[in-house]
Nanobody
């Protein structure tokens, strides 16, 4: 079992940057497919990007070239570096881990507004 805690959200102006963190405990995150999702009110949670156990990454088209997922194995932490943020990136961002079972963090709010 793995416990996930997100941090790093906040208010940022359009064009700005934020880095989200997902600290894991209970299991080693490099053994899991790790993903970031986001959700806005009234909408389904949507995938932002994924890092495989081999550290390959995948991103949805809307964030490609602006968001980067990375992992610090020593710290057992995954990151989401977000650049050139847009108002439509405003959402609650969730960390997700999947192997046989799947696990979610509680989310961190990102608001992009001037």
């Amino acid at each position: 079992q793995v416990q996930l805690v997100e941090s790093g959200g906040g208010l940022v102006q359009p064009g700005g940057s934020l880095r989200l963190s997902c600290a894991a405990s209970g299991s080693i995150i490099s053994d899991y497919f790790m993903s970031w999702y986001r959700q806005t009110p009234g909408n389904q949670r949507e995938l932002v990007g994924t890092m495989t156990t081999d550290a390959a990454t995948y991103y949805v088209d809307s964030v490609k070239g602006r968001f980067t997922i990375s992992r610090d194995n020593a710290a057992n932490t995954m990151f989401l570096q977000m650049r050139n943020l847009k108002p439509e990136d405003t959402a609650v961002y969730y960390c997700h881990a999947r192997k046989i079972s799947e696990y979610w963090g509680h989310g961190t709010q990102v608001t992009v507004s001037s």
